[in-house]
């Protein structure tokens, strides 16, 4: 074997070698073109992709020695060239550009001087995919019929090389909007939605999770809002840290402060050890505090230093502690009001209120209802182990039409009361046990809206037996909130 031959084969041997070390396009066009300049000793040159959507149908995928200009004019030399090469798929080549009369034309190669000229088409599979344009203004007979066959083999191997890269960049953008579509879902695992209205507030949620700062979610009872608050929890920097979530309206006036703050021994007369409050519970991780608006005065300031101060003090010491937690609030009354009022701290509001996400009721996403019946309908009967595996269209037909003052929860407690009352496969409208409560019933000339929430509650107290835990329940109320307005009404039932 030569000497020619030889550097001819380990020029092959070389781009071979990038088919399978070089899957980064960019990088590879760089690195084939590199090794055509040096094998052949050429002074400049470019490699041309196919580009249907450029203005001259090709983009400069790689250049050497063209200067700045290498977008523009800079190719107008060999432009002829290249588009003959492209056009028939047939290599060009001149041993002296300068007196070839099919280059008389070229003002460029004149003016530039051009002496040797080689065009090589980027073939895969019968199809030209691009093209490596070399030239040299040095010497005539810079290339040769022997350079030709080297660079048609070179370009072919080099093709392959070529595509093989673009599809692995093809299938990384594939694997990457893949997983970004699971990622998403598991973002959102068990909150379950489509709607226009629910989309915007996933999207929003979506944009909080990554960013450490206080979230306040609004929305009537049974809209979701602690499953929101766990899903931005479980998918931020503090998602291996604690989630602790705390009903402001489910903990008595009295044991809320030694509950949230902890409290020393021998600090009031049960204090037999110390114990940790909830807000150190959930150092590092996130705090959930769900109807933030019945929290008492005194305790909306000691909340107002943990956001500020990042500190505690339990309940009978006289030492802070540093903690540090995420605060999620949520409110089902419109807490602006409450600030209006002089009931809620208008520094504490700004405080919690960084990012305000709204979740709609379920009257606004009706289009929702079929998605989390189902949902509901086969989580409870897997479950109860029961055969029920759809719903009968009336019976969707009733839910679509009920007006679910308690939202998400109250939909989820009926579907479950009909799974387990369901003779058969499929729910019936009888197995939902809905009432038709008509509005007028309630409506009487005169009434205020406080009369009419009066008598809408305590016509449901009734119906309820007196039973106020599940008369809040069918309201979409709070208990703490039912027994301040039966109290604030000295109702009968009190």
């Known amino acids: ?11 092959l041997y070389e781009v071979t070698q990038s088919i399978s070390s070089i899957l980064e396009p960019h990088r590879l066009l760089h690195r084939v073109l590199e090794i055509a300049i040096n094998h052949l000793d050429a002074e400049r040159g470019f490699l041309l992709l196919m580009d249907e959507i450029a203005p001259k149908g090709f983009t400069v995928g790689a250049a050497r020695n063209f200067g700045e200009e290498g977008t523009s004019e800079t190719f107008a030399a060999s432009s002829s ?29 004149l003016a530039q001087r051009i002496l040797s000229i080689i065009c090589i088409p980027l073939r895969l599979h019968q199809r030209v995919i691009g093209a490596v344009y070399l030239d040299s203004t040095q010497s005539r007979g810079k290339f040769n019929e022997e350079t030709l066959r080297f660079l048609t083999v070179f370009g072919n191997l080099s093709a392959i090389a070529i595509e093989n890269a673009r599809e692995v960049q093809r299938l990384k953008r594939e694997n ?53 608050a766990r899903a931005i929890h479980k998918n931020s920097p503090r998602a291996s840290g604690p ?14 402060e030694s509950e949230l703050f902890g409290y020393k021994k021998g600090a009031f007369t049960n204090a037999v050890t110390d114990k940790m409050g909830l807000i150190e519970y959930a150092n590092g991780g996130t705090l959930f505090l769900d109807e933030i608006a019945l929290l008492a005065s005194h305790l909306q300031m000691k909340l107002l230093r943990v956001l500020q101060e990042r500190e505690i003090r339990r309940v009978g010491e006289l030492e802070d502690r540093k903690v540090d937690v995420r605060v999620i609030a949520a409110s089902n009354v419109e807490l602006r009001e409450e600030v209006k009022k002089g009931t809620f701290r208008e520094d504490l509001y700004f405080r919690l209120n960084v990012v305000e996400i709204r979740l709609p009721p379920l009257r606004e996403r009706k289009s929702d209802i079929p998605l989390l019946a189902n949902h509901f309908m086969r989580r409870a009967a897997e479950n109860f182990k ?78 309820m037996d007196g039973n106020r835990t599940r008369t809040a329940e069918k309201l979409g109320v709070s208990l703490r909130w039912l027994h301040y307005r039966l109290k604030e009404w000295n109702s009968e039932t009190e």
């Open 1 to 11: 074997m030569n000497s020619t031959n030889k550097d001819s084969f380990e020029a």
């Open 81 to 109: 060239v290249v588009q003959k090469v492209l056009s028939t798929g047939e290599p060009v080549l001149t041993f002296d550009a300068l007196s070839d009369e099919r280059f008389e034309a070229s003002r460029s190669i």
């Open 176 to 228: 990457q909007r893949l997983r970004s579509q699971v990622g998403t879902s598991h973002l959102f695992e068990g909150i379950v939605g489509e709607s226009t209205q629910w989309r915007e507030v996933l999207d929003l949620v979506q944009r909080v999770m990554g960013v450490d700062v206080s979230v306040f979610i609004t929305g009537e009872s049974g809209t979701g809002k602690e499953l929101i």
């Open 243 to 256: 989630f602790v979530a705390v009903n402001c309206s489910a903990i008595p006036e009295n044991l809320l």
């Open 386 to 463: 029961r055969p029920v595996t759809g719903l009968q269209p009336k019976a969707m037909e009733r839910l679509l039409h009920h007006p679910w003052h308690g939202n998400v929860r109250e939909l989820q407690n009926v579907i479950e009361r009909a799974v387990v009352l369901c003779r058969g496969t499929e729910i019936e409208e009888g197995d939902l046990q809905l009432q038709h409560v008509r509005v007028q019933d309630l409506l009487e000339s005169g009434l205020t809206l406080e009369e009419f929430e009066r008598k809408l509650v305590e016509k449901t107290l009734r119906e």
